[in-house]
């Protein structure tokens, strides 16, 4: 059974930094495309941050040079780590896993965590 599950979340000042992990069992991070996605109450999931076919990270324009996305094939652990965080950097943050080529399109994800809270403040 596969299964995701992520943690860091919590609440920080705006300008601060958070790491979110997401460890991953039944499947190793090297056989799905791994990505970290964001929603706020009304609104959209939104694709942050996810492995292109080659390999290499794809990031959404808002967060481009503030979050970096990892992973951990030993530890089958995914990370994201965010620095220089904004209020409406806040949100419900997921990490998910699906078939290669999806980028931050998040129709192309079969498999979700339950998500961690990111809550900044001004």
């Known amino acids: 059974q596969i299964q995701l599950a992520e943690s860091g979340g919590g609440s920080v000042r705006s300008g601060g930094s958070l790491r979110l992990s997401c460890e991953t069992s039944?499947?190793?991070?090297?056989?799905?495309?791994m990505g970290w996605f964001r929603q706020v109450p009304g609104k959209e999931r939104e694709g942050v941050a996810a492995f292109r076919d080659d390999g290499s990270p794809t990031y959404a324009d808002s967060v481009k040079g503030r979050f970096t996305i990892s992973q951990d094939n030993e530890k089958n652990t995914v990370y994201l780590q965010m620095s220089s965080l904004k209020p409406e950097d806040t949100a419900m943050y997921y990490c998910?896993?699906?078939?290669w080529g999806w980028g931050l399109a998040a129709r192309g994800y079969t498999y979700w965590g339950q998500g961690t809270q990111v809550t900044v403040s001004s």
């Open positions: 039944g499947y190793t991070t090297t056989a799905y495309c």
């Open positions: 998910a896993a699906g078939l």
